[in-house]
Nanobody
């Protein structure tokens, strides 16, 4: 089992910045990828950014150039630096970790609210 705990959400004005962090504990050695997803009211959960164990990164087109994902393997943490935030990015942001052995499995954090509003 893997436990994920997010922190860093809150209220920010349009154009502002926030940094989300996610601490992982448990069977960390089984994790091959970590990342962030978000879900706005009435919409499906969508990928924001992911980072593999090798450091490879993938971003949603809508956040490229503004968001940066990073991983600290020594601390078992993944972070998401979000700049130039937009009101439409208001959502609950979820930390995700993926295990592929013995089978694919997604672990999720409890989510942290990000509100972009003036």
């Amino acid at each position: 089992q893997v436990q994920l705990v997010e922190s860093g959400g809150g209220l920010v004005q349009p154009g502002g910045s926030l940094r989300l962090s996610c601490a992982a504990s448990g069977s960390i050695s089984s994790i091959v990828r970590m990342g962030w997803y978000r879900q706005a009211p009435g919409l499906q959960r969508e990928l924001v950014a992911v980072i593999g164990s090798s450091g490879s990164k993938n971003y949603a087109d809508s956040v490229k150039g503004r968001f940066t994902i990073s991983r600290d393997n020594a601390k078992n943490m993944v972070s998401l630096q979000m700049n130039s935030l937009k009101p439409e990015e208001t959502a609950v942001y979820y930390c995700n970790a993926v295990r592929v052995f013995p089978s694919w499995y997604d672990y999720w954090g409890q989510g942290t609210q990000v509100t972009v509003s003036s």
